[in-house]
């Protein structure tokens, strides 16, 4: 129900834009939120923007670098990451959750998810 896609390899400083594509579910009313997994770590919440779009959260790790959005008549929500880090190498998971309350940070939150894109970022 739910396409990832925009990942790829990246030099350290440059920038991705993340996309997560709903196919069987409008996101009207859905909290959608990107989740990343790296390697021997805990899948851990990045950014998340609420059922209209006005409001948002990021995670301190990425706050002031990425940039999350949602376009209604696409049925997609963005991740734009800038000034990529060597840390920032994971695989991004899009989730979304029917909530109209602030956007949940815990994955158990999130009965939606995508496939996942793998983002690496070389030094």
């Known amino acids: 129900q739910l396409q990832a896609s925009g990942g790829g390899l990246v030099q350290a400083g440059g920038s991705l834009r993340l996309s997560c594509a709903a196919s069987s579910l409008t996101f009207s009313n859905y909290a959608v939120a990107w989740f990343r997994q790296a390697p021997g770590k805990e899948r851990e919440f990045v950014a998340g923007?609420?059922?209209?779009?006005?409001?948002?959260d990021y995670a301190d790790s990425v706050k002031g670098r990425g940039t999350i959005s949602r376009d209604t008549v696409k049925n997609t929500v963005y991740l734009q990451m800038n000034s990529l880090k060597p840390e920032d190498t994971a695989v991004y998971y899009c989730?979304?959750?029917?909530?109209?309350?602030?956007?949940?940070?815990?994955?158990?939150?999130?009965?939606?998810w995508g496939q996942g894109t793998q983002v690496t970022v070389s030094s």
């Open positions: 989730a979304a959750v029917y909530t109209i309350r602030p956007v949940p940070r815990m994955r158990y939150q999130y009965p939606y």
């Open positions: 923007i609420n059922w209209n779009g006005g409001s948002t």
